[in-house]
T-cell receptor, first 111, second 115 residues
Framework: EDKVVQSPLSLVVHEGDTVTLNCSYE??????LLWYKQEKKAPTFLFML????IEKKSGRLSSILDKKELFSILNITATQTGDSAIYLC???????????FGKGTTLSVSS | ETGVTQSPTHLIKTRGQQVTLRCSSQ?????VSWYQQALGQGPQFIFQ???????GRGNFPPRFSGLQFPNYSSELNVNALELDDSALYLC??????????????FGPGTRLTVL
């Protein structure tokens, strides 16, 4: 059965800290892994990773995929209160039709 | 380019009633997927529509049904509502081609409360 496990489930940090969010997965016929940020309702797209070892970067956020060990990490440096959100990790299922999501990591950044 | 839109934003129904949720896909996207997100959980796949036909379905009972229209907009219908149907319902659209190598873009969701 395809599944995604995220850790930790919740995290509280101070502004300026660096955080690492983890995502491990099991899926037949891996296609790609996606990260989303969900603040109130709509998950907003952050990254899509298809190749191992290639870091994707956007400002203070970066992510990398390890297809051998079946995991990905999302790093956020110099955190700000605006980074407070739920971060969701997902992989396409074996049919390539549905995204399988983890439960998410709730990040709270205090000032 | 307009993003994914959904209506209504909030809805309150009672057990046994029926509900219809609507979604307009992002411009140029011909694939629409629906997800249910219960509190504290990640979104769960309900079904996907591609060129007006169901193209995959998750583990949801038949009382969850859908439609896609020629302009690629979509509806999610839920009959005989149950308390556990209370959730955020998200619509997502993908660009043409093999969806699984593309990003999926989500709408703002409809918050359904069943009393």
């Amino acid at each position: 059965e395809d599944k995604v496990v995220q850790s930790p489930l919740s995290l509280v940090v101070h502004e300026g800290d660096t955080v690492t969010l983890n995502c491990s997965y099991e899926v037949t016929n891996f296609r790609s892994l996606l990260w989303y940020k969900q603040e109130k309702k709509a998950p907003t797209f952050l990254f899509m990773l298809t190749s191992s070892g290639i870091e994707k970067k956007s400002g203070r956020l970066s992510s990398i995929l390890d297809k051998k060990e079946l995991f990905s990490i999302l790093n956020i440096t110099a955190t700000q209160t605006g980074d407070s959100a739920i971060y969701l990790c997902a992989v396409w299922d074996q049919a390539g039709t549905a995204l399988i999501f983890g439960k998410g990591t709730t990040l709270s950044v205090s000032s | 380019e307009t993003g994914v839109t959904q209506s209504p934003t909030h809805l309150i129904k009672t057990r046994g009633q029926q509900v219809t949720l609507r979604c307009s896909s992002q411009s140029g996207h011909n694939t629409v997927s629906w997800y249910q997100q219960a509190l504290g959980q990640g979104p769960q796949f309900i079904f996907q529509y591609y060129r007006e036909e169901e193209n995959g379905r998750g583990n949801f009972p038949p009382r969850f049904s859908g439609l896609q229209f020629p302009n690629y907009s979509s509806e999610l219908n839920v009959n005989a509502l149950e308390l556990d149907d209370s959730a955020l319902y998200l619509c997502a659209s993908s660009s043409p081609g093999l969806a699984s190598v593309n990003e999926q873009f989500f709408g703002p969701g409809t918050r359904l409360t069943v009393l």
